[in-house]
């Protein structure tokens, strides 16, 4: 089975647009030649595409979110290289090999018996594919920073890094949703549930839960398990006012994140982001980037994962793409 695409320069070169005068961050970012390799390197941050929409589609979702990958790239790879950005801290690794579950999905139709069952067969496939990538990776001592997909690729991340830590490990998510839903087949919304039972996931916080998307037996289950899962409300704090966003963001610190944590965005959490259940209300795209510049600061965090983007549904052509770059950055900078 294939599991892992690993980049060479050879591979993002055309994605480069070079300028004279100028020197982009493609042209300084680092490469391994194999899994082995990532001990002996010094950079901290690993940079990982996951090109599938596979858990969208069996969680009957709008597919797209295979694009995401790519669009960042084009659009990371093109920021200015400085002494804020810091190439030299990041290993482009390259992506999961998703080709023949893609392919599978794709001769699948809605008309099939089991069809979403079926896609949860593939799901499966995945989340074996990125638990041992990302376990190689947390073994390394290294911070993987995750891009693309559905969140179905949560549990993958969470399986691989608590494996590779040999411990639980908990978790802080800005989404809309719970993604905490019943352990039916794998989709995009059961990802955390899956870990929390299986578990590779201890303590669990939704960061902007919206109300009006989280039905009443998901927030049965979350009172079920409020010693472990927690969670805030968008309208508590952007809309009624009645929770500042840094006092939200301490509220989620202080849950999970005095312990081994990883930190994952749906862009759908953003206003207006294309994304797989795109929202015209949401937080801003500054405030991901203050989520992200805080957790990822944090020296318990272990894991960035950036899903849900569908480029197709944003928008203007490189809106994924660009907020994904920004929030990369905005991850590795060195302040």
Known sequence: MNILKIYCEKDIAPLINRRAGETKFGEKISFIK?????????SKFVLLGIPEDIGVRANYGNPGTS?????????????????????????????????????????????????????????????????????KIIEAGKFPIIIG??????????????????????????DA????????????GNGFSYAF?????????????????????????LQENNQRVGFNLFEDISVQKKLSFSAALKEA?????????GIELDMDAIAMM?????????????????????FTK?????????????PLLGLFPTQVGKTIAYLISDAISVT
């Open 34 to 42: 194999s899994l082995d390799d990532l001990k002996k390197n010094t």
């Open 253 to 261: 610190e202080d849950f999970c994140c005095y312990n081994n944590f």
């Open 67 to 135: 694009m995401a990958w790519s669009a960042a790239l084009a659009s990371f790879l093109n920021i200015q290289y400085n002494s804020f950005t810091n190439a030299e801290n990041l290993i482009l690794l390259g992506e999961i090999d998703c080709d023949v579950q893609m392919k599978q999905a794709a001769s699948l139709t809605k008309e099939v018996n089991h069809y979403a069952e079926e896609l949860g067969e593939l799901v499966v496939q995945i989340d074996h594919k990125v638990s041992m990538i990302i376990q």
């Open 298 to 310: 944090n020296t318990n965090a272990r894991y960035l994962h950036i899903c849900e983007g569908a």
């Open 149 to 174: 997909g559905g969140h179905n690729n949560s549990y993958g991340n969470l399986m691989g890094t608590s494996q590779g830590l040999n411990s639980k490990i908990n978790c802080i998510n800005f």
């Open 274 to 294: 294309g994304s797989s259940a795109i929202s015209p209300s949401g937080f801003t795209v500054e405030e991901a980037r203050i989520f992200v510049g805080r």
């Open 177 to 188: 949703h719970t993604d905490f839903r019943a352990l039916e087949h794998r989709h995009s």
């Open 197 to 221: 039972e299986n578990g590779f996931l201890d303590k669990y916080f939704i960061f902007g839960l919206h109300r009006n998307y989280t039905s009443e037996g998901v927030f049965n289950s």
